[in-house]
């Protein structure tokens, strides 16, 4: 008597590790093997349902490949196209991407010293440059909470200290402990991606 029941084979278009997405399992010409099909030409204009022969041969005939664009759709919804550059198109748009602007905090104490000071200033103006935003933390401790007006007056100064490369998102402001601020690239000076 055999206990142990056979695994059921991995599908092999999953998402995950050695699977491809769903653009990778686009079922082109030969592959499509339902015995009805919806056809667009590569036109744009809808030909009506067919079998997957004829379909193939408007594609051989334009010279082109019959793709399966909508497999959930009954019937599943093929397209004449040049799969190769549309497979082209989509990795281009995959790598045009442009990177998206991180936001960099930067944490302050109340009695940091003017040289500490200057080193966070000079990182901040390296993220700014970057395109990236930058977040100013200042958190306080004990008897440095008597003095909040004071606090927030010099992280005034800190965020204006980098108005000419900068614009302010949200002015400084208290938020429990901390008073935060946040600051962005100019327009004219976010690099382009």
């Known amino acids: 008597m055999n206990i142990l029941q056979p695994v059921p084979p991995r599908p092999q278009n999953a998402g995950g590790p050695g699977g491809g997405s769903q653009r990778d399992s686009l079922r082109i010409n030969h592959q499509i093997r339902i015995p009805r099909i919806l056809v667009i030409d590569q036109h744009g204009t809808k030909l009506g349902e067919m079998s997957p022969e004829e379909g193939r041969d408007l594609a051989d005939t334009a010279g082109l490949d019959l793709v399966e664009v909508v497999p959930s759709a009954r019937p599943p919804v093929c397209r004449i196209m040049d799969y190769g550059k549309f497979k082209y198109e989509e990795s281009k748009k995959q790598r045009s991407r442009p990177a998206r602007a991180e936001i960099k905090t930067i944490t302050l104490r109340p009695k940091t010293d003017t040289h500490d000071l200057e080193t966070k200033l000079a990182h901040a103006r390296k993220f700014l440059e970057g395109g990236h935003r930058v977040k100013f933390v200042m958190r306080m401790r004990g008897r440095e909470q008597a003095h909040l007006d004071m606090w927030e007056v ?28 946040m600051i962005e690239p100019t327009a004219a000076r976010v690099p382009k991606a």
């Open 154 to 181: 010099k992280m005034g100064e800190i965020v204006s200290a980098l108005s000419a490369i900068a614009t302010v998102v949200s002015p400084p402001r208290l938020e429990g402990r901390t008073i935060t601020a």
